[in-house]
């Protein structure tokens, strides 16, 4: 997965610069998330890494997770029944189903733009975008006559 490895490295790039240590546990919680598309929790994370850091605690992974967050490395996508962690942090609108907490990514320019102009107008820097769509997901959608 080479988009995979070179989000692993920026992250961990980015981890350094801010001078915090780059432990197995934490480098492990980071490639678990960055690996793939399908927006864990941090239950799922912890489940995935524990055979091989079994004395890996639930809550260092959610403090590493709040890390990765507040690094810009990864995002925090709050669902209505859980929080899942997002890959792509890039600006881009996430579609979140309302029954199974599924998150699509869609990526959208033109709603980049338009935050930037509005802001620009306001003259408001922006540091992050998040766009959060609810709704249902094909699997969980009840069709209305």
Wanted: proline share 3%; charged share 25%.
């Amino acid at each position: 997965m080479e988009m995979a490895d070179g989000r692993v490295d920026e992250a961990y790039a980015r981890l350094r610069k801010l001078g915090l240590r780059l432990t197995p546990q934490r480098m492990a919680i980071a490639k678990c998330v960055l690996d793939t598309d399908a927006h864990p929790t941090a239950e799922e994370v912890y489940l995935k890494i524990r055979p091989e850091y079994p004395t890996i605690s639930l809550a260092t992974v959610y403090s590493t997770l709040d890390t990765l967050v507040r690094a810009g490395v990864v995002q925090a996508v709050n669902t209505r029944e859980v929080v899942r962690y997002d890959s792509n942090a890039s600006q881009h609108i996430n579609l979140i189903c309302l029954n199974c907490s599924k998150v699509i990514d869609v990526d959208d320019e033109v709603m980049a733009g338009v935050a930037k102009e509005k802001a620009g107008k306001h003259r408001f820097h922006i540091v992050n975008q998040q766009y959060m769509v609810y709704g249902y997901c094909q699997d969980c959608r009840v069709e209305v006559p």
